[in-house]
């Protein structure tokens, strides 16, 4: 059995002071605060991100934590990316051209090797089942677009996300001699669990870069019912290999730590339902690491932010000074706040305000600052990934692809793509489902400037091209465009292409050659009748 000191062991690259520095600057608001007040209660080795001066009084350096403020970046600019990005919704299917090769002969045995009874509809079931998953992957309602959405926020924050695959796990006393019986108990009901980046305390990787191993550490003190008390903790690690895992556990008095050579019992053997490693990773190469790029100056930033408030606060408030050739005769009268009494005959007092050299010259540090954490950040698109199948990409995307965002969100949407992909493989090994091979769609699409120039140009009236072709692509086109219709099923698609082609055609069938807008006749044809409504003629 493990020790508590061999199951503690880190990666090299395991970091948790500096992924806490990142997740409180993601946060910002009063998180940010709170950190920068009471850094102790952070992680964060106790490291002031508010620098005191040389120095500086005790009472001054405590007075400017209380009123320190920052407006962090970081998490609108990871917020950013996440969200366009995810404003073209992933979503997950079986390829075509594999969907119900593996439907027909007997069905899999069950788990104790005898025959499973098949259900009515093997192909229905199987698509209601992964239909159900997609808009609740991990069993507390969050969609798949959603949930790959929150790892990619991870991974900018901590360049890595995680996630693991599980199945429900079958009671000690469970007899279960079918699938059917399986599915009536729940067992086949995977789903993911997210990670934090510092659960994951250890990791490794084979020659390819495949995750190979990782060790997952969870503590928890719950309060199952009214009566427990959060007077314990449960330390839970699991050492997850390819189709295993390993759980060790400890119950220990919360606030207390395990001593280095305490040994620590396995609680469970578990032969995972798939073969492949139970934890997924969603990685981003370093120059898509948001926070790593930005922290830096958002750290120096926060600093300057402060000092020029500060200097702003003090220099509203003048200060009285006397100029004497004795200090020691100078007295305060007693009278009032800010007076003195003068005893020397060349003596003077005068009202001193700061400079406001010091002041403009922060306000432009600032402005240095911003803008350079904006600059760093749409340089990112400088380190994405290029992908070999762009290379069949039209003119118009090409030229989409030139655009910062749109080439930062296309890595992220790629990234994010090929880790649910994996995770839904899992799951359909795990159910049995074998053969079954999934692509994913969405986070690919960014740019809806043509959408917007096709919306308009709608509104200023039904457009008329002299092609039908063209007037029926165009029509299917507007129809996609609008909101939810995108994702609308094929049959109401095709139902509404049909009804398209009617159209047009009937209006072409009269002779008359609808034009683009007002404008000249074409030779021969005559001036166009006005019609009343349809898709050629004025409303």
């Not at 493990?2 to 990666?11: D, I, R, S, V």
């Not at 090797?113 to 239909?131: C, N």
């Not at 030139?402 to 994010?416: M, N, R």
Request: aromatic share 8%; with cysteine.
């Amino acid at each position: 059995m493990p020790t508590f000191k061999e199951l503690q062991q880190t990666h090299p690259d395991y970091n948790e002071e500096r992924w806490a520095e990142y997740d409180v600057f993601y946060d910002g608001g009063d998180v940010l605060l709170d950190a920068i007040k009471a850094p102790r209660n952070f992680n964060m080795g106790g490291r002031d991100l508010l620098v005191r001066r040389r120095r500086e009084p005790e009472a001054s350096y405590l007075e400017r934590k209380k009123r320190a403020w920052c407006m962090s970046l970081t998490g609108s600019l990871i917020d950013f990316f996440a969200a366009v990005t995810s404003s073209d919704p992933l979503t997950l299917q079986e390829k075509p051209e594999l969907q119900g090769a593996d439907q027909g002969g007997s069905p899999a045995p069950g788990p104790e090797g005898e025959p499973a009874a098949a259900p009515a509809d093997p192909v229905t079931e199987s698509e209601q089942f992964y239909s159900e998953f997609m808009d609740d992957v991990d069993g507390a309602g969050t969609d798949v677009n959603t949930f790959m959405k929150d790892r990619l926020i991870d991974a900018m924050k901590w360049r890595s996300g995680f996630f693991m695959v599980d199945f429900p796990r079958k009671p000690a006393d469970a007899n279960v001699p079918s699938r059917l019986e399986e599915d009536r108990l729940g067992l086949r009901r995977g789903y993911w669990v997210k990670l934090r980046r510092d659960q994951v305390l250890d990791w490794g990787y084979d020659e390819r870069g495949k995750l190979v191993f990782a060790v997952v550490r969870t503590v928890q003190s719950q309060r199952v019912t009214f009566e427990d008390k959060r007077d314990k903790q449960l330390w839970q690690w699991r050492v997850c290999t390819p189709g295993h895992i390993s759980l060790y556990e400890l119950e220990i008095e919360k606030g207390k730590t395990p001593g280095a050579n305490t040994i620590i019992d396995e609680a469970a053997s578990i032969q995972t339902r798939f073969s492949q490693m139970p934890v997924v990773e969603v990685k981003l190469p370093k120059g898509l690491h948001v926070a790593g790029k930005v922290h830096p100056a958002e750290l120096e930033l926060l600093n300057k932010q402060n000092a020029r408030s500060w200097a702003e606060y003090m220099a509203a408030f003048a200060v009285l000074c006397a100029f004497v050739e004795n200090p020691d005769q100078v007295r305060e009268t007693g009278f009032g706040e800010g007076q003195i009494k003068l005893l020397g005959s060349n003596d003077r007092a005068e009202w001193v305000e700061f400079s406001g050299a010091a002041i403009e010259k922060l306000k432009m540090a600032c402005e240095d600052l911003y803008e350079l954490m904006y600059r760093v950040a749409w340089q990112l698109h400088l380190a994405a990934p290029v992908k070999a199948n762009r290379q069949d990409q039209s003119g118009e995307a090409k030229r989409r692809d030139q655009q910062p965002t749109t080439i930062i969100c296309a890595a992220l949407g790629d990234i994010a793509r090929e880790a649910a992909i994996a995770g839904v493989e899992r799951i359909a090994e795990g159910r049995g489902d074998k053969g079954k091979v999934f692509e994913a769609s969405g986070m690919a699409r960014f740019d809806d400037s043509a959408e917007r120039r096709l919306a308009a140009l709608f509104k200023s009236g039904a457009p008329k091209l002299p092609s039908p072709t063209a007037m029926k692509a165009l029509f299917k086109a507007f129809v996609r465009s609008l909101p939810g219709m995108k994702d609308s099923p094929a049959e109401l698609l095709a139902q509404v292409d049909a009804e398209i082609d009617e159209q047009v055609d009937s209006t072409f069938s009269t002779g008359n050659v609808p034009l683009l807008g007002p404008g000249p006749v074409l030779p021969g044809k005559g001036k166009p009748p006005v019609q009343q409504g349809g898709f050629g003629g004025a409303q």
